[in-house]
Nanobody
Framework: QVQLVESGGGWVQTGGSLTVSCAASGLSIGRSSIGWFRQALGKEREFVVAINWSGTTYSEEAMKGRFTTSRDKDKNTVTLQMNSLKPEDTAVYYC?????????????????WGRGTQVTVSS
């Protein structure tokens, strides 16, 4: 059974940085694509960034340069590093996975979801 557990969310001031981690079980992150989505209050879920089988990352254009992801195959964890945060980055951040060599920006292409972690950026 695949389980994804996010940790590390919280509160940060505008311009600050925050790291969120995803601990995966029931899968090998070296043989899965792992991604991050977010959902702000009253809005639809949107793609943030993902890392595929080969380790190549793919970011949403608007977040490129501020949001990056990396993986530790020994620990089976994936990390989301968020820099230069803005109030509009406030959202619940979800870790997702799929048994496919490539990532996708579509919510429907990711069958496994964590419960999410809240990130709040104050102005």
């Amino acid at each position: 059974q695949v389980q994804l557990v996010e940790s590390g969310g919280g509160w940060v001031q505008t311009g600050g940085s925050l790291t969120v981690s995803c601990a995966a079980s029931g899968l090998s992150i070296g043989r899965s694509s792992i991604g991050w989505f977010r959902q702000a209050l009253g809005k639809e879920r949107e793609f943030v960034v993902a890392i595929n089988w080969s380790g190549t990352t793919y970011s949403e254009e608007a977040m490129k340069g501020r949001f990056t992801t990396s993986r530790d195959k020994d620990k089976n964890t994936v990390t989301l590093q968020m820099n230069s945060l803005k109030p509009e980055d406030t959202a619940v951040y979800y870790c997702v996975s799929r048994d496919h060599p490539y990532s996708s920006k579509s919510v429907d292409d990711w069958p496994y979801w964590g419960r999410g972690t809240q990130v709040t950026v104050s102005s």
